[in-house]
């Protein structure tokens, strides 16, 4: 079972175990994010079907598999959470996916209530809505990260969540500049080598973070994100439309607005701002 180390925090035992493994449920006592999120890990040769009544969606997060959704169906493997990008099944409730493990294998499950009916997809390398270098060459690169966009509202409008996945580079920050929405999110972590850490704002509280620990965002809380020096860091980011307001972009703090500007200038050694 999972542990709550802090109210908005939730750490995974360091042994993975095998089978599905909760971390958030929808209506849950405490700081309830309204999405169910959990780790499925598979061994080779083992196949799981599900046919909830919540939208799902399953990103691979390692190892060989076949997946089957919808009259969909694909291949689709993965080495690496930092170098290889997600294979992920994606349908509306009521439908089943079927997951072959053709070798040991490990999916992050997100749910949410959605009575909407539409087409499920799966998304494979190379089709994903969008991947970004972001904040490459501002900030002396200081949050420099990868952003892989697995959905939004630009290719599932029918949906009410968004995905995708963030590689911070080590040392470097991440969600950054400090921004915040109304709309609940879940961030879960791991890092490279299992010694890494990280730390994640939320307002003025600033939690350590390692691998397998899922962070939940409510209330407006303003979210950066920061990888200690040698350890670069992977996030899964699931985020829960509200009814009658989606998520479009997030709003970024007044005080650090300014980092956003296109001649933005800060210190540096000798008076040389840039």
Wanted: with cysteine.
């Amino acid at each position: 079972m999972s542990g709550v180390v802090h109210d908005c925090l939730v750490r995974l035992p360091g042994s993975p175990r095998p089978g599905y493994t909760p971390v958030t449920r929808i209506g849950e006592a405490g700081r309830d994010t309204g999405m169910e999120f959990g780790i499925l890990r598979l061994e080779a040769g083992e196949r799981w079907a599900s046919s909830p009544d919540l939208e799902t969606a399953c990103l691979l997060m390692g190892g060989t598999v076949r997946l089957r959704c919808g009259g969909a169906a694909a291949e689709a493997s993965r080495s690496s959470l930092f170098d290889g990008e997600p294979a992920v099944a994606h349908h509306a409730g009521g439908e089943t996916v079927e997951i072959d493990a053709l070798e040991a294998a490990e999916f992050a499950v997100v749910r949410v209530e959605n009575p909407a009916r539409f087409p499920a997809r799966i998304f494979v390398p190379g089709g994903l809505l969008e991947v970004e270098q972001r904040d490459r060459g501002r900030w002396e690169d200081a949050a420099w990260r990868v952003v892989r966009t697995v959905l939004d509202m630009r290719n599932r409008p029918e949906s009410m969540m968004v995905l995708g996945e963030v590689v911070t580079l080590p040392g470097r920050w991440s969600s950054y500049p400090p921004h915040h929405h109304p709309q609940p999110e879940i961030y879960h972590y791991r890092f490279d080598r299992e010694q890494g850490y990280g730390h994640a704002e939320l307002g003025d509280e600033v939690l350590k973070v390692r691998s397998r620990d899922t962070v939940k965002i409510l209330d407006l809380a303003d979210h950066s994100q920061v990888a200690a020096p040698g350890y670069a860091m992977w996030y899964l980011w699931a985020i829960r439309h509200l009814p009658g307001e989606p998520y479009v972009t997030p709003e970024f703090t007044g005080e650090h607005r300014w980092l956003k500007e296109p001649d933005a200038r800060a210190w540096r050694p000798g008076g040389d701002d840039r």
